[in-house]
C-alpha cells in the first residue's frame, strides 16, 4: 500500500530494517569517501560514543581520525586526549594536518603502567571525560579507557555525550568486541599491510556491513619501500607464519 | 543626605554558630560573659534560658547547651564583612557600634534606581553572610542608627522598617520611639522609667539643662545628633589591601566537609571583600590549623589554588576548594581556618554571552581546565609543545596547562582570527614527510635479534625503509647517534626502530624500539 512504503519518509528517525538511520544530529565526515558511505549519516555522529577496537596501538587509528579532527580545529573546537597510551608526536600530527599545540592532554592519576591484575579501573579519566563532555565546549574527545571498566560506566558516558556537540571516541582493546557495549557505533580496525587500514562495522544503526572495508591511509613510505613492503608481505600475507622470513 | 543603618541584633551568638559544624537540627547556643550568659539564641530561649543567668543554672535547664565565651574578634570579622558587602554600595560606610553599620547612600540612589531597590539589592547581598539585619533610613546617622535598633515587632504599625527621607517626616518617628533605644537611656533606664520618661518626645519636652545635670550631657548629645541639631562627622572605613580571615572552629574537622563548611563561611567573606574593591579574585590560599598531637606540633597545612580566569563566584570558588580539599591528606584533626588572599584582578568581568560564541566557549573551557586540574592535579592536564630539536624523544614536550594558556583556545577574537590564519599559512612542522610515526614511546624498548633481524613480541620484523641517520644533541652531553629505519610487523602495522651507530656501552647497542606509526 502507498502509505506503508512512504512510512519511513515520514520522518529522520524512521528507519526500515535493512536500512542505514539517517541521525537527526549533524556529523563530521570522516574524510574517507569509503567509509562515510557506510556510517549512517555519512560522517562520525554527535552526540554519542563511538567505539574503536584496536588489537594495539598503532595501527592506524590517527591517520584514520586525522581529517576530522582538522576540520574541528579549522573551525576553532578543542579537541581534549584522556589518557593516550604513549607520547604522540608533534611533528607527526603536524604532517597530518593537525596544530598539535592545541590539543589538550589529561593523564589520569592511575596511571596505564603495571600489570593488568594490579591496575586499578581509572576512576579518574571517566570522571575527566564525564566533566568534559557534560561541560559541552568541547568539539571531540578521544579517550583511551581501561580495559576493565564498572558495568554502567559506558552508559553515563552514553548519557553525558548527549550534551556533547560532536563526535566522542573511545579507543579500546579488541578484546572487547564479545563484551556489550551501549554506544551505538562500534568499529574493529586492524592492520591490512602497510598504509592501509582494514575497518570492520561490528555495530551501526543499520544492517550489519558483511565485507570488511579496507581503507587507504595517509601514506608514510615512500614508493619504493611500499612495493619492497608489499612484497614482503604478498606470499606470506594469506598464511601467518611464525618463523624465520626468507 | 540619607543614611541607611544595618543592625545585627544576633551578631555575636551569629559569628559563633559560623563554627559550629553544620547541624540538621537547630541546637541550643548561648555565650557567656564574666560567668554570666550574655546571648541565647531561640532554641535555647525557648527552654528558659535567659541572659543574665548563671552558667550553672542554664546547663540545668537545658543539658546539651553549647556555651562558649563572647569573643570581640570573631565579632568584628564578622562586622567586618557586612562593611565589606556594603561597599559595593557606597563608598561611605562607617561602623556606628558593634553591631551597627552605616552606610551613605544619597550618591548611589539614581544608579540602584531607589531606596526600595536598593534595599533589596542589599538584602540579596547580605543572605549569603547569614545575619538578621534590621535596616532603617534616615536623613541623619544617629536617627538611622537608632531607628534600626528599633525592633520591628515592638513598632506596632511600621512593619517594614523606619525609614524618613526628610528631616520632618522624621521627627515624628523619633518622637514614638522608646527611651532605651539611646544608649545613655539604657543606663538610666529604670531612673527614666521611674519618672514617666518612655519615649523620646518626653524627653524632649523636658527643659535642656536639667536633663544633662541629671542624666550627662552625652544624652542630650545623642538627641541633638539624631535629630539633626548637633554636627555628627564620620570617618569612613577604609578597607585593607589584601584580604587575611580566620576562623576558629567550635568542634575538631576531621573530615573535608566539615573543613569545607567552615572554609564556605571564609569565602562569603572573601567575595564581599573583593566585590567591594570592584575586582575580581585571581587566587587565594587556605591555612589549616592543626591539632597538637602528642609528639609534636604538627605544621599547618596550606593549599593553594589558583585561578585560570579571575572569578567571583562562590559557588565555583567552593568547587574547587572542594576538589582540591579532596585531593589533599590531613595530617591532624584541623581546629582553625585561615583564608588569605593577595591577587586581585581588578576591572569589571567580561560580560556574560546569552546563546554561545566562541568567547563564551573559550571561558567555559578554561572553567573546565580548572576543575580538571583541581582534581587531577596541575601536571596532568597538559598541552604538546614542539621543540626545535632532531632528536624524537626531545621534540615535543608536555607542559601542564596554566592559566590562558596561549596554545590552547583564543579568548579574543581577534586573537582567534590570527590563530586561524597563522594555522592555515604557516604549517606546524618543517617540510618533513611523514616519516614520523604519531606514537613515541617514553622509553625506547630494546628488541631481542634473531638471524640479524629484530624480533617484536617473538615476530621477526620486516625493515622496509631507511636508514634515516639522526645525529644531535652533542652539545648538551645526551648524544644521540642512530640509523633510523621504519620496519613492517607481522600484521602490517608500521614501526620505528633505530640502531645505534657508536653504542657508548654494550646496552646501547641493538635494535630499539622508538614509535610506532598510528
Not at chain 2, 195 to 218: E, I, K, Q, S
Request: net charge positive; aromatic share 4%.
Amino acid at each position: 500500500m502507498p502509505i506503508l512504503q512512504a512510512l519511513e519518509n515520514l520522518h529522520p528517525a524512521l528507519w526500515r530494517a535493512h536500512q542505514v538511520a539517517r541521525p537527526s544530529e549533524a556529523v563530521l565526515p570522516s574524510g574517507h569517501a569509503d567509509l562515510d558511505a557506510q556510517l549512517p549519516g555519512g560522517g562520525w555522529p554527535a552526540r554519542v560514543l563511538t567505539e574503536l577496537l584496536l588489537p594495539h596501538a598503532g595501527v592506524g587509528e590517527l591517520r584514520l581520525l586525522a581529517p576530522a579532527l582538522a576540520a574541528l580545529q579549522r573551525r576553532q573546537r578543542a579537541v581534549m586526549w584522556f589518557d593516550p597510551p604513549a607520547a604522540p608526536c608533534a611533528w607527526a600530527l603536524g604532517a597530518l594536518g593537525l596544530d598539535a599545540r592545541q590539543f589538550v592532554v589529561v593523564r589520569s592519576r592511575g596511571g596505564a603502567r603495571g600489570r593488568a591484575r594490579e591496575r586499578l579501573p581509572a576512576v579518574d579519566v571517566l570522571w575527566a571525560l564525564e566533566q568534559a563532555l557534560k561541560s559541552g565546549h568541547l568539539g571531540a574527545a578521544l579517550a583511551w579507557l581501561p580495559a576493565r571498566l564498572p558495568a554502567d560506566a559506558l552508559r553515563r558516558l552514553q548519557l553525558a555525550a548527549q550534551a556533547h556537540d560532536g563526535p566522542v571516541f573511545l579507543l579500546r582493546d579488541a578484546q572487547e568486541r564479545t563484551r556489550p557495549s551501549a554506544a551505538p557505533l562500534r568499529l574493529l580496525l586492524a592492520s591490512a599491510g602497510p598504509d592501509r587500514l582494514r575497518v570492520t562495522l561490528l555495530k551501526r544503526r543499520g544492517p550489519p556491513l558483511a565485507q570488511p572495508l579496507t581503507l587507504a591511509l595517509a601514506p608514510v613510505l615512500s614508493a619504493p619501500a611500499l612495493a619492497r613492503a608489499q612484497s614482503a608481505r604478498g606470499p606470506a600475507a594469506a598464511v601467518p607464519r611464525v618463523g624465520v622470513p626468507v | 543626605m540619607l543614611w541607611l543603618a544595618l543592625h545585627l541584633p544576633l551578631l555575636s551568638l551569629e559569628a559563633f554558630c559560623a563554627t559550629l559544624p553544620a547541624q540538621a537540627q537547630p541546637v541550643a547556643v548561648a555565650l557567656i560573659h564574666q560567668h554570666r550568659i550574655a546571648a541565647v539564641n531561640a532554641a535555647a530561649a525557648a527552654c528558659g534560658v535567659r541572659p543574665g543567668m548563671k552558667r550553672a543554672t542554664a546547663l540545668a535547664l537545658v543539658a546539651d547547651l553549647r556555651l562558649a565565651d563572647t569573643d570581640t574578634a570573631r565579632d568584628a570579622a564578622a562586622l567586618q564583612a557586612v562593611a565589606h558587602t556594603a561597599l559595593a554600595f557606597t563608598p561611605a560606610v562607617t561602623l556606628h557600634d558593634a553591631q551597627t553599620v552605616l552606610l551613605e547612600v544619597q550618591a548611589s540612589l539614581r544608579l540602584f534606581g531607589g531606596l526600595v531597590a536598593l534595599r533589596q539589592r542589599l538584602a540579596a547581598a547580605l543572605a549569603p553572610l547569614g545575619h538578621r539585619v534590621q535596616m532603617a533610613a534616615a536623613p541623619t546617622a544617629s536617627g538611622a542608627a537608632l531607628l534600626a535598633r528599633w525592633h520591628p515587632a515592638d513598632r506596632g504599625d511600621l512593619v517594614l522598617g523606619a525609614h524618613a527621607r526628610q528631616l520632618s517626616a522624621l521627627e515624628p518617628l523619633l518622637d514614638a520611639a522608646p527611651v532605651w533605644l539611646l544608649g545613655p537611656g539604657r543606663e538610666h533606664w529604670e531612673a527614666l522609667q521611674g519618672m514617666g520618661l518612655h519615649t523620646l518626645a518626653d524627653l524632649r519636652a523636658l527643659p535642656r539643662a536639667g536633663l544633662a545635670r541629671r542624666f550627662g550631657a552625652g544624652l542630650l548629645d545623642e538627641l541633638d545628633r539624631a535629630r539633626g541639631r548637633q554636627a555628627d562627622p564620620r570617618r569612613w572605613l577604609e578597607w585593607p589591601a589584601t584580604f587575611d580571615s580566620r576562623l576558629e572552629l567550635f568542634a575538631r574537622a576531621e573530615t573535608s566537609e566539615q573543613v569545607l563548611a567552615g572554609a564556605s563561611v571564609l569565602l562569603a567573606r572573601l567575595v564581599a571583600w573583593a566585590r567591594a574593591r570592584q575586582a575580581r579574585v585571581g587566587s587565594f590560599t587556605l591555612r589549616m590549623g592543626h591539632e597538637r598531637q602528642r609528639q609534636a606540633q604538627v605544621p599547618a597545612t596550606e593549599l593553594h589554588v589558583e585561578l585560570a580566569e579571575p572569578a567571583l563566584d562562590a559557588a565555583h570558588l567552593q568547587l574547587l576548594l572542594r576538589e582540591r580539599l579532596g585531593r589533599c591528606q590531613l595530617a591532624a584533626p584541623t581546629l582553625e581556618l585561615q583564608l588569605r588572599c593577595r591577587h586581585l584582578v581588578v576591572g569589571a568581568a567580561p560580560n556574560g554571552e546569552l546563546f554561545p560564541t566562541r568567547a563564551s566557549e573559550a571561558v567555559g573551557l578554561v572553567r573546565l581546565l580548572e576543575r580538571l586540574r583541581a582534581r587531577l592535579g596541575d601536571e596532568q592536564v597538559q598541552r604538546l609543545e614542539p621543540v626545535a630539536d632532531h632528536r624524537p624523544e626531545r621534540a615535543s614536550r608536555s607542559v601542564p596547562v596554566q592559566g590562558t594558556a596561549q596554545g590552547t583556545v583564543p579568548a579574543r577574537p581577534g586573537a582567534a582570527l590570527a590563530a586561524v590564519s597563522a594555522a592555515a599559512s604557516a604549517p606546524v612542522a618543517p617540510a618533513l614527510p611523514h616519516h614520523r610515526p604519531a606514537w613515541l614511546l617514553p622509553e625506547p624498548l630494546p628488541l631481542a635479534e634473531r638471524g640479524a633481524l629484530p624480533l617484536l613480541e617473538g615476530r621477526p620484523l620486516q625493515l622496509v625503509s631507511g636508514p634515516e641517520r639522526i645525529e644531535a644533541g652533542w652539545w648538551d652531553g645526551v648524544p644521540a647517534v642512530r640509523d633510523y629505519f621504519i620496519a613492517q610487523a607481522e600484521d602490517g602495522s608500521l614501526v620505528w626502530l633505530y640502531r645505534s651507530r657508536l653504542p657508548a656501552a654494550v646496552d646501547d647497542a641493538g635494535w630499539f624500539l622508538q614509535g610506532r606509526f598510528g
